[in-house]
């Protein structure tokens, strides 16, 4: 099996180009181990967390709305941006991000997936959750200001018509909805 070192790219200088409130882009130059150079262009982001959510009528919550790189209204899971401070315990995002767009809160928890989402040129890290046992939050907390999304709670057939029909196209949302089937095959839904 090939080492670490016969893969590694070394870092000769970083340029920053953008630095913004959700990502940073850069441009590293890099030795590549033949000792050839080459360009990497990276995004660095905080990484995220998203739920899955399965009602006690075996319906798993979506959020609806609109994402602005696809020019599009799609249905996810609920998810969202890790804050600073939460990066430690992500299952915090977790927590607040049920509460804030789809006013639920759940008295278990379980990590289902940690995953990269574009290793080729960013660092994203997404947590996915699996909140059992869900309840409603009486005074929730509020949904960023920029925020505007439609709660739906859909049967496993209905989610999975809707990937057909392109409504749910994200890949947490799908790995979420082939979780949910994994789940009902195996009789350990709960």
Request: charged letters at 30%; a negative charge; hydrophobic letters at 40%.
């Amino acid at each position: 099996m090939l080492e670490f070192q016969d893969f590694e790219e070394k870092t000769i200088h970083r340029k920053e180009i953008f630095h913004g409130n959700i990502i940073d882009v850069c441009v590293d130059e890099v030795q590549l181990p033949d000792g050839s150079h080459s360009q990497r262009e990276l995004v660095f982001h905080p990484g995220g967390v998203a739920i899955i959510a399965i009602t006690d009528e075996d319906k798993m919550v979506f959020v609806k709305q609109f994402r602005k790189p696809l020019e599009s209204v799609i249905l996810e899971i609920p998810a969202g941006k890790i804050d600073p401070g939460e990066n430690i315990h992500p299952l915090i995002t977790g927590q607040r991000e049920l509460e804030e767009e789809v006013q639920l809160q759940a008295k278990d928890w379980e990590l289902v997936a940690q995953m990269y989402l574009s290793p080729g040129f960013a660092n994203e890290q997404l947590y996915i959750y699996h909140a059992k046992h869900l309840s409603k939050v009486e005074n929730p907390k509020a949904m960023d200001e920029d925020e505007v999304l439609e709660v739906y709670e859909l049967t496993l057939e209905e989610a999975k018509q809707a990937i057909v029909n392109r409504e749910i196209c994200d890949a947490k949302t799908i790995f979420a909805i082939q979780y949910w089937e994994n789940l009902n095959k195996s009789g350990s839904i709960s």
